[in-house]
């Protein structure tokens, strides 16, 4: 066997053992730290929203956001935030509802609505990268706060509820329907922005789908009373030879009429309305003709 040798002690003397002591004082934030970061991201969310480069970086926005959090500031972040985005709301939809009421202003006002809620939903996408921190911590941690996400759209519609700015914009939407309806042309994809706008605000089964289907009962009963006024009975049109005009029609030319429209507002729910609206507005159409 061979003999193990135990370690002697170290060369040049005994082994110094290693002593932690506490610190002197606990190291304590700038007092000027909170505000000076928060002012810092609020400049950043408003070049965002301007469209404008950011100040700093997104990784370093990103950072402050985290750095705010671990210091247990999340909910002063989210109120400042909460307050930057409904003031942007409310800037941009207030100047585009302040047009007057008319074919023209109408036009521009359903246009700048989406211009403004396409712009809105990109920048919220950016701006919950910023604050993605927040997201996953405070929001989470905390009952009754909603998603960053949800907030933003929340403030959107808080403005259109609580003012007249929802019922001119559903009307305005069912007028284009009307006008298509009509024959004339409109902006389908427009229109599907807009409808899907009034999707996320959940403004479109509570608000609009209601007044669509209204509006439809309106529309076919009246061309309904229109049609059968001018009907001609099929033993009428052979025998008697009448010829059928623009303002009449026999059964079998309105039948082939209900079939048309049924399909045109098929064709309408595929293109821009909501899915959960082709039932009703189906049914809507064949009690009406």
């Not at 076919?220 to 001609?232: A, D, F, H, I």
């Not at 033993?235 to 429209?261: C, F, I, K, N």
Request: aromatic letters at 8%; one cysteine or more; hydrophobic letters at 40%.
């Amino acid at each position: 066997m061979w003999a193990t040798k135990r370690p002697g002690p170290p060369a040049g003397g005994p082994q110094k053992k290693l002593v932690i002591k506490g610190l002197r004082c606990i190291p304590t934030l700038p007092e000027t730290y909170k505000e000076g970061t928060i002012a810092r991201l609020k400049n950043a969310v408003q070049a965002i929203q301007d469209a404008q480069p950011t100040p700093q970086g997104l990784e370093e926005l990103y950072r402050d956001c985290e750095s705010l959090c671990l210091h247990k500031f999340g909910s002063d972040v989210y109120e400042m935030l909460q307050n930057q985005l409904e003031l942007y709301v409310r800037k941009q939809l207030l100047e585009i509802n302040s047009q007057p009421s008319n074919p023209l202003a109408n036009a521009s006002v359903l246009e700048q609505t989406r211009q403004f809620w396409t712009s809105y939903v990109q920048q919220l996408g950016v701006i919950r990268c910023v604050f993605l921190y927040l997201d996953r911590t405070y929001v989470l941690q905390t009952n009754g706060v909603a998603s960053l996400w949800a907030m933003g759209l929340g403030g959107v519609r808080k403005y259109l509820v609580e003012t007249d700015m929802k019922t001119r914009l559903i009307w305005l939407v069912i007028g284009e329907v009307a006008k298509e309806r009509n024959g004339k042309e409109t902006d389908r994809a427009m229109l599907a922005t807009l409808v899907s706008m009034f999707t996320e605000l959940n403004i479109y089964t509570a608000f609009f789908l209601p007044t669509l289907i209204e509006s439809t009962a309106d529309y076919y009963q009246k061309e309904s009373r229109r049609m059968v006024g001018s009907l001609v009975s099929v033993a009428a049109s052979e025998h008697a030879r009448v010829q059928l005009t623009g303002d009449s029609m026999d059964a079998p030319l309105y039948l082939r009429h209900v079939v048309r429209r049924l399909k045109e507002e098929t064709d309408r729910v595929g293109s821009y309305l909501n899915a959960e609206s082709k039932p009703a507005l189906l049914a809507t159409v064949q009690a009406e003709l």
